[in-house]
């Protein structure tokens, strides 16, 4: 004989003999039930097919079992979700919030006004918001950091700003490329970024510094796009001067990637003539031809970071931004 299915936890609850609060707390695992009557009321949903209104249980528990992760592209609206890096490191989050048991609801946005990220966070959609990149929105963020405390930025930690950021040490990245340039004897380098983003912003500083302290003439700095053909071309454009230099530094491992391909169709030999280096050390960094040298930032560290904090925050927790040291990987595209 067919079990009549219940499709409502006060219909389970009547069958049980007991409140529907007890069957909820007994099929959630909270509160103070018997083991005998928790169990017996999760033999019955499952002998009536009951399945547990997911809404119903946000609704009471005031979660939504979602946590908003967001691309603001304000200065790179070309920029795609498939870009090697956002891959990567969406990828990273995924894991760490799926074995928490949420759910990753990602939004890209190209911002048109000031209320992108209070329109994502008054949604009521999610728990907590992981912005991936300042892009030039920090006013922005961090207006909606005073009044919001679940949200932890992957960016730039600057002064006079009060987001929570989880990043790389960028001055001492764009200072480790520079030695490194520097020590393998280029004396015309460039840097290819745009140095609005505060990332970028950030190695070129100490790109610049580190070439001060070494008498070596300031970095020409070129603003390249992030989107691979659009840099290509500003790279390949500028290659076609007469002032080739001897060196490069690129943003990104994107932007190194451009310049290599540049320098091939060009017919500039690398790193005979011109010595790379990249910055994040993506999986495809050290496939490309020559491979790649870089300042690696540890994006495995980074996503488990941010979760981390997320979650303290979420509990009420206070957490201070983190700078994570750059690591130095040499390959083919330098000579030391």
Known sequence: MAVEKISSLVELARLAG?????????????????KATRERIKALALAHDFRPNPLARNLRTKRTGAIGVVLPLGHEANQHVSDPFFMTILGMLADQLTERGYDLLLSRVIPHNDRWLSDIIDSG?????????????????????????????????????????????NVMGGRIAARHLVDAGCKKISFLGDSAAPEFGQRLAGVQATLAAAGVAPAVALPVHLTAE??????????????????IIAASDIIAMSALRALSERGIAVPETVQVVGYDDIFVAEHTSPPLTTIRQNLAMGAGLMVDMLFKRMAGEETASVSMPPELIIRGSTQG
């Not at 030039?136 to 005073?146: E, F, G, K, M, T």
């Not at 659009?230 to 060196?247: N, Q, R, V, W």
């Open 230 to 247: 659009t840099a290509h071309e500003i790279i390949l454009a500028y290659l076609a001067g007469d002032k080739i230099p001897d060196g």
């Open 18 to 34: 007991v409140s529907p609060g007890t069957v909820s707390r007994a099929l959630s695992d909270t509160g103070m039930i018997s």
């Open 125 to 169: 959609r999610v728990d907590g918001v992981l912005v991936i990149g300042q892009s030039n929105q920090a006013d922005v963020i961090d207006a909606v950091a005073a009044r919001y405390r679940p949200m932890v930025v992957w960016g730039a930690n600057m002064a006079g700003h009060n987001h929570c950021t989880v990043g790389s040490d």
